[in-house]
């Protein structure tokens, strides 16, 4: 799903922001394919319908203009947290996007991330191009056949289980972190059963993390509409078993910013027992996914002896001691 590119005079023709994002913090976008060059036409495509297809892969544009923007960014001075290639359509269709991850990496520490629909990962040399990158975050909106050709639309040629497929080899295959992102449609795969289903797939392909979101942008498709909150807790508790579910809305702690990790916790749980798990969801937001960090910082926090456990029909909740 693509990054939302900010009405903004001083934009450059590739790179956009940085913006402000939930799951990325201040992200730089890059544009790396013309408007809605894409494989799939999602019923919630915030660009609009996919008129024609796209799946030939291409070097859109030459790689020198690209890196000479990012450069030119990155030397504005800007506060960025991450590097973001994302397309007007779908970012891998650009043919050599692991040239341009490498350069940047030569030109900076900032991480880089790349927002996909996941429907090339079939392709070894697609695979091969990101294994650079430190975080992939490709799309998984269905657990059946039926249920991704009434939601992805794809082009002729594409099926579920090849999807499925290219994103368990591409585990397999890539060390960074792994966020899948899981758009919740109401009415489409918000009930149980295809709840059930997604979980199951999401278990073969066994992400760091599963980005639960919501078409809350305009889509030029009638069908799709907002989930109902029971509907949205229900997504996470479902999807939980395969992976630690980022909640779109709410429930997420904000611990992003905060200096002092051991007062932020104390302020927070003295006010009311916090959920271990929405505890453990939140650092690795602020860790961008680095679970070991995450694991650690936990402890650390607890052997501070500020905080003891209870547990209450099957969660553990974190109290003052
Ligand atoms: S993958 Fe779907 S949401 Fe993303 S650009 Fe293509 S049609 Fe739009």
Request: glycine content about 8%.
């Amino acid at each position: 799903m693509p990054l939302d590119r900010k009405k903004d005079p001083s934009v450059l023709s590739h790179v956009f922001g940085p913006v402000s994002s939930k799951r990325l913090g201040q992200s730089l976008g890059v544009d790396l394919v013309p408007m809605k060059s894409c494989t799939w036409n999602c019923v919630y495509c915030q660009l609009g319908r996919t008129k024609r297809y796209t799946t030939l892969r291409r070097e859109f544009y030459p790689p020198g203009e690209i890196l000479s923007e990012i450069r030119q960014s990155i030397e504005s001075g800007a506060h960025i947290d991450w590097i973001t290639f994302v397309g007007s359509g779908e970012t891998l269709l650009y043919k050599g996007i692991g040239h341009l991850i490498e350069e940047v990496k030569k030109m900076t520490e900032i991480p880089v991330a790349v927002i996909t629909n996941g429907s090339l990962f079939h392709l070894a040399e697609v695979r091969r191009e990101l294994m650079q990158a430190d975080a992939v975050l490709p799309s998984l909106n269905a657990g059946s056949e039926a249920l991704y050709e009434k939601i992805d639309r794809p082009a002729p040629g594409f099926s579920f289980r090849q999807h499925l497929d290219g994103l368990a080899q591409f585990r397999k295959e890539y060390k960074g972190r792994l966020w899948v992102e899981v758009m919740l449609l109401g009415g489409l795969n918000d009930s149980d059963e295809a709840l059930h289903e997604l979980a199951e797939a999401m278990k073969q392909v066994a992400p760091d993390m599963v980005h639960l979101v919501l078409p809350t942008r305009p889509a030029p498709d009638q069908q799709v509409t907002l989930p109902g909150e029971e509907r949205i807790e229900r997504a996470v508790s479902i999807l939980s078993t395969a992976a630690p579910v980022m909640h779109p809305v709410k429930g997420r702690m904000d611990l992003g910013s905060a200096a002092d990790l051991l007062e932020a916790v104390t302020a927070i749980v003295s006010r009311h027992p916090v959920q271990e798990k929405e505890l453990s969801i939140a650092l690795l937001a602020r860790f961008f996914g680095d679970r070991a960090e995450v694991e650690r910082t936990m402890k650390e926090l607890f052997a501070s002896g500020r905080f003891a456990t209870l547990e209450q029909a099957g969660e553990i909740f974190w109290i003052p001691a």
